[in-house]
């Protein structure tokens, strides 16, 4: 089936630094969504983008959809403590499909 | 308005057992989806109900199933509980399109011991 390999793992930051993480897909999306969890809570929805090329903002985060749709990456400008979190990325695949597929998360420290 | 509902938050079950999970979606919210969360395999798709009906179920084996009523609340059963069921059990509810994304709830907490 498909399969989203999301990176890093884990990241370390510093309160102030900006942020970059990705995601790549074996097959193609035609969708792809950005999610954060907080501990204890269910994935938010950041951002989503629905068109190959297309460079998207919500505030601080900014999320681009690559031009082979098998990839996405969001950035996160000035970290500040309440980003702290897991990130997921997920891709739907199209028609027909009534699943999105989920990375396996981003976990962000960010250190004061 | 209110969000995503699910209920109870936390399950302690044994194994042999079964168990039944309950979402209440957003109001207006047609399609309901299920996903179970674990450290090792991430957030994998169970099921999602749209208007009573299962459009698409993911590849989990029989002990797992749902239902959705026609007020739009659905539920999940497992049956024959198993040490590898302990997860959180997270409910999506979306208007109808999943490419608009969903609104997760906080998820129900199973162990299974």
């Given at each position: 089936g498909q399969q989203l390999n999301q990176s890093p793992q884990s990241m370390f930051i510093q309160e102030g630094e900006d942020v970059s993480m990705n995601c790549t897909s074996s097959s193609i999306f035609n969708t792809w969504l950005w999610y954060k969890q907080d501990p204890g809570e269910g994935p938010v929805l950041l951002i989503a983008l629905y068109k190959a090329g297309e460079l998207t903002s919500n505030g601080r985060l900014t999320a681009q959809f690559g031009i082979t749709r098998k990839d996405s990456f969001l950035n996160i400008s000035a970290?500040?403590?309440?980003?702290v979190g897991i990130y997921f990325c997920a891709g739907h695949s199209g028609a027909g499909s009534y699943q999105l597929t989920f990375g396996k998360g981003t976990k962000l420290s960010v250190i004061p | 308005k209110a969000g995503v509902t699910q209920t109870p938050r936390y399950l302690i079950k044994t194994r042999g057992q079964q168990v039944t999970l309950s979402c209440s979606p957003i109001s207006g919210h047609r399609s309901v989806s299920w996903y179970q969360q674990t450290p090792g395999q991430g957030l994998q798709f169970l099921f999602e109900y749209f208007s009573e009906t299962q459009r698409n179920k993911g590849n989990f084996p029989g002990r797992f199933s749902g239902r959705q009523f026609s007020n739009s609340r659905s539920e999940m059963n497992v049956s024959t509980l198993e040490l590898g069921d302990s997860a959180l059990y997270l409910c999506a509810s979306s208007p109808g399109q999943v490419i608009y994304g969903y609104t997760f709830g906080s998820g129900t907490r199973l162990t299974v011991v």
């Open positions: 970290s500040i403590p309440s980003d | -």
